[in-house]
């Protein structure tokens, strides 16, 4: 070979070639074993390893449950919100494209980068939310730039729409992400992390038929995590509707009547407890932190002197004051003390070498003056005849110094005094003197605007006391029912058994306080036509001693109390005001009037001046999102229907003409006709 | 005796090789491109392969005698062009500087640069004519392919910078070598290894784990470590069968990196299977045997240098590529011959090819 006619002669040993060739046989045997123990030995393993990599278990959020009043009125819905992700991972020039994100999403440059620059450690795969609720056109920059800027990913979700300014916002609660301590308690077993859970009010007490229960969907990913396909879907059950005990109308009227005082509003049937209308102020607005809220938001809500996330109708634990009294003559009557008492009051009088003052000089007083004119030299007379652990008896029968078992969460007991009390709390014996005090609310004794609704028109119902609720219970699978009655225990439906005289006696003197006639002390709130009977009460908030010593600054007037009932005996109707730092009952009692008159208008169909008075006012916004059905767009008619969504705020306005509900901030959503030609609800049938 | 060249001594069994390679790629292109923003590669890649068979024909005319001769004005002119890159006409592109940028031509020295050093080394040896080496001609080829491999390094682009490397072995082996000088070269090389490796002073420790994340993904599940991880489950997911065209779900969901390139074979095992990568693997080597068959009966002994040349690149790129998919080499950028998408490659393979055409087709011309 070496001298095959080349003119040069030389040739590559063919024993080199064939090392080579063998070489080259011997990695391809290789690869191919490789590719071997892969794909055929290792096929099942990768097979599942493949597997797992693009198939992502995707919660579907199940719709909370929508929260109506007694007539079926929308108070709580939910809307669809999107919110906007940037994943770093998924773009190269994620600096370069801020300008373009801050400028379609309407964000300031500089926070974004702020943004970003918080989440610099960690990784780059984790979504660093840049915006929540995105309009309909942000939504649309999005999907428009999609390649342009991979990084920026939307997620949907349901969100709380709720009334604004507050509107029975405690009443309703709110709702927000699961705490650790809930995740941590076993009631809460269900809960799983980053759940949208009730934190007060009916969304917390109501958690469990509110949420409904999500389900999943089986997702195939690619390796962005972008959704190509989907395998399995495991279906949301929807959230219960509940329905409410509350009348939005009466609601309104409370909330206005109480307008931007500080204090409490509870409005009750006596015959059943259902509550239709309970306010407290100062509020919040609850869309704030439909999921989240900012720490700074938070903090502000948390520490405001004026306690706004604070539900005053069952947590302010106060003296009643005069509206005690109702209960001294209940233990006085009873105890067949109070029938033949006659009190001299000049101004007071001197129990135990202190004199205790009188507001006036009411002269001979007997039990059925008493009451209208609130005279305390008569009742800490009684007070000092009946004794302290008499009038705790009492108190306790009634239910005062423990909750009534109201389905909301958080409810406080107030606080009876008795020798056992004082014994156990303070290690001290009682003194006489202390329970004179305690004869016209002061001292020790404390209750909740709740408490003393049901207290009182128990009392004018002839003794039929009740457990108030804002749900009303037949709406309720039997199994909930029950744990709810353990889980708010109270005193609940009670009956103690009341001497016709002491019912006739003390619903009369009740008549008598709102009765100019009588001089009585909530004349102011007196009715025309309307059997309304209540009681005063002006609670200092601290003796004079101390008054003294606290000086400027602090807000010493005293708290005002009125409960009123209609009519005066077997009510349909309870209302207790809170007024703090109302200096007198009979402030509040004209607070109270104004819900009554409502509530008796709109009994009788009328309309009223408060409701008048609420057109001049600012209006309450609502939320709500509804379908409106459309036939098919071929005109086929009725074999094709299509749901539209549409959503929006509109306004319960009461008393004046209705006005034209004003569309979502961002104006994407149409109102439909039938809700701007609306007419307010009791004009409906008017005479 | 004299005979013109004919295309009857063209080397058809070869050209029906090469094409069916090619049909295999452009399939797996398009493939792992048509549901991306990328779907133009495969009609772009058919493109090329048009045009790199044109160029095999057009050179295989050319007389690989002239190419040696002007073989050291193109070494020459690589090296200028490989240096120019760190001047303002280089341009960056896969996080390197590998492009020569001069109004609308774009050029990639490096390829170039590869079929200049396969001539060059081939005229070295042949110029030696088979005698026994001394170390003063093995450090002047050292020196031939060191130079441009360096600047090739700088760029950074260590994948093409390897692939120079077994042009020099290629050269020393058939070009005579003793087992002596051999086995002193590489107890004196894999010193060197083991020196630059553990000094830890030109390796960063990050350099490291990617060179070693082939044998451990896990260290580094979102680097190379997780390209590997990917393209085993890719291979493995195939199966004997594989699940079909467009339906490999590592490769169209994204998991695995650049498909297209690099990670080609990983795509098209995940599709076509054992059977179908067997197949390839075949394909390969037979091209290969065809390639050495050439050699042997080239002219003379610039010839089968030539030829010998390209056979080392292709089959250490087969090895490398191959061998980083399945798990057994380091991930190191380096793309299949003729399955990989990208016109420099395309061109510069067939270019090569073209060369090696010339060398059969003259095989008793002389």
């Given amino acids: ?687 | 005796m004299r005979r013109f060249l004919s295309f009857r001594d063209f080397d058809w069994w070869l050209l029906l090789l090469l094409l069916a390679m090619c049909g295999i790629s452009l399939v797996e292109v398009h493939s792992t491109t048509v549901h991306t923003r990328f779907a133009s590669f495969g009609p772009k890649q058919m493109f090329w392969v048009a045009a790199g068979v044109v160029i095999m024909f057009i050179f295989s005319k050319v007389d690989y005698h002239r190419i040696l001769d002007w073989a050291p004005w193109g070494y020459w002119f690589g090296i200028l062009a490989l240096a120019a890159i760190f001047t303002p006409l280089g341009h960056d592109a896969l996080g390197g500087r590998r492009w020569i940028k001069a109004g609308p031509i774009e050029f990639q020295p490096s390829e170039f640069v590869k079929l200049v050093l396969m001539m060059m080394v081939a005229r070295y040896f042949a110029n030696l004519g088979g005698r026994d080496l001394t170390w003063r001609d093995i450090f002047k080829a050292f020196a031939l392919v060191g130079v441009p491999m360096l600047l090739v390094l700088k760029q950074p682009d260590m994948g093409t910078t390897l692939t120079y490397f077994p042009v020099l072995i290629a050269g020393l082996f058939l070009g005579g070598i003793s087992l002596r000088q051999a086995t002193i070269l590489i107890v004196c090389g894999t010193a060197l290894v083991a020196g630059v490796w553990s000094s830890g002073k030109l390796l960063k420790p990050y350099q490291k784990a990617r060179l070693t994340s082939f044998i451990n993904p896990d260290n580094d599940p979102r680097g190379k470590g997780y390209q590997v991880k990917q393209s085993l489950i890719a291979v493995g997911d195939g199966g004997i069968w594989g699940k079909g065209t467009e339906k490999g779900t590592q490769t169209q969901g994204y998991f695995l990196p650049i498909p297209y390139t690099d990670f080609i074979f990983a795509a098209y095992s995940e599709e076509h299977g054992f059977v179908g990568a067997l197949f390839v693997l075949l394909l390969y080597f037979f091209i290969l045997m065809r390639l050495i068959q050439n050699a042997q009966t080239a002219a003379d002994l610039s010839g089968s240098l030539i030829i010998m040349g390209i056979v080392a690149v292709l089959t250490f790129q087969i090895a490398v590529n191959v061998g980083m998919v399945i798990g057994f080499m380091p991930v190191t950028g380096i793309p299949l011959p003729l399955m990989s998408y990208g016109g420099s490659s395309v061109l510069f393979t067939f270019l090569a090819l073209g060369v090696a055409m010339n060398v059969r087709m003259r095989r008793f011309v002389n």
Wanted: net charge negative; hydrophobic share 40%.
């Fill in chain 1, 1 to 687: 070979m070496a001298s095959n006619g080349s003119n040069r002669g030389e040739k590559l040993p063919t024993l080199k070639l064939t090392v080579v060739q063998y070489g080259i046989l011997l990695m391809m045997l290789a690869l191919a074993g490789g590719l071997w123990r892969l794909q055929v030995l290792g096929a099942a393993n990768f097979q599942q390893l493949a597997e797992q990599n693009r198939i992502r278990k995707e919660p579907i959020m199940a719709p909370r449950g929508k929260l109506f009043d007694r007539y079926n009125r929308l108070i709580v819905d939910n809307y669809p919100s999107v919110s906007c992700f940037l994943v770093r991972e998924q773009s190269h020039r994620v600096d370069a494209d801020l300008p373009l994100i801050a400028k379609g999403l309407n964000l300031d440059l500089d926070q974004l980068k702020a943004t970003l620059k918080h989440y610099r450690s960690s990784p780059g795969y984790q979504p660093i939310p840049i915006k929540e609720d995105i309009t309909a056109d942000e939504q649309a920059f999005i999907a428009a730039h999609k390649n342009e800027l991979p990084e920026l990913e939307t997620i949907d979700e349901e969100r709380r729409l709720y009334p604004r300014d507050g509107f029975a916002a405690h009443l309703i609660g709110y709702v927000g992400e699961v705490s650790e301590e809930d995740l941590n308690n076993p009631r809460f077993a269900y809960y799983e992390p980053g759940d949208v859970v009730g934190k007060a009010g009916v969304e917390e007490t109501y958690d469990a038929l509110l949420r409904g229960s999500d389900g999943s969907r089986d997702v195939v990913v690619d390796s962005h995590g972008r959704e190509v396909g989907y395998l399995r879907t495991q279906h949301a059950i929807p959230g219960q509707d509940l329905r409410l005990t509350i009348d939005n109308d009466i609601q309104r009227a409370a909330e206005l009547a109480l307008g931007d005082r500080s204090g409490a509003v509870v409005v009750m049937n006596p015959k059943n407890g259902e509550i239709l209308a309970m306010v407290s102020h100062p509020s919040y607005d609850p869309n704030e932190f439909a999921v989240k809220i900012n720490r700074a938001d938070w903090n502000k809500l948390i520490t405001d002197p004026n306690h706004p996330l604070m539900n005053r109708a069952i947590q302010a634990q106060l003296a009643p004051g005069s509206t005690f009294k109702i209960l001294m003559s209940v233990a006085g009557l009873q105890e067949g003390v109070a029938q033949d008492m006659k009190v001299m009051c000049n101004g007071g009088a001197t129990f135990y070498g202190h004199f205790y003052a009188c507001d006036r000089h009411h002269g001979m007083v007997d039990i059925e003056h008493a009451i209208p004119w609130s005279c305390d030299t008569f009742y800490y007379t009684l007070a000092n005849r009946l004794g302290i652990d008499t009038i705790a008896k009492y108190a306790h029968e009634v239910g005062l110094g423990q909750r009534t078992g109201i389905d909301l969460p958080n409810e406080a007991t107030g606080t009876v005094p008795s020798t056992e009390w004082k014994l156990k709390n303070f290690h001290e014996k009682w003194f006489a003197g202390e329970t004179i005090s305690v004869g016209i609310g002061q001292g020790a004794v404390t209750v909740t605007p709740i408490q003393l609704a049901r207290y009182i028109s128990g009392v004018a119902s002839d003794g039929h006391f009740v457990r108030p609720h804002v749900v009303d219970p037949a709406q309720l699978p039997e199994q909930f029912r029950q744990s709810l009655a353990d889980q708010f225990p109270g005193s609940g439906d009670a009956t103690i058994p009341l001497d016709p005289n002491t019912w006739t006696i003390i619903t009369n003197g009740m008549a008598g306080a709102t009765d100019p006639t009588m001089g009585g002390t909530a004349a102011a709130s007196h009715l025309e036509g309307v059997d309304f009977a209540g009681k005063t009460g002006t609670a200092q908030v601290a003796s004079h001693a101390a008054l003294a010593l606290m000086g400027h600054g602090v807000d010493t007037r005293p708290n005002g109390w009125f409960v009123g009932v209609i009519p005066r005996r077997n009510p349909e109707f309870v209302v207790a005001v809170l007024w703090e730092h109302g200096d007198w009952g009979s402030n509040a009692a004209r607070l109270a009037a104004q819900v009554a008159t409502v509530y008796v208008n709109k009994q009788r169909m009328e309309e009223h001046n408060v409701l008048q008075q609420a057109g001049a006012s600012k209006p309450i916004e609502v939320g709500a999102v509804w379908s409106v059905s459309r036939p098919a767009p071929d005109g086929s008619g009725s074999a094709g229907e299509t749901a539209e969504l549409h959503g929006g705020h509109f306004f319960l306005d009461l008393g004046a003409p209705a006005a034209a509900p004003k569309a979502l901030a961002s104006g994407i959503f149409p109102v439909p006709d039938w809700l701007s030609a609306s007419p307010p609800r009791f004009k409906e049938d008017s005479h």
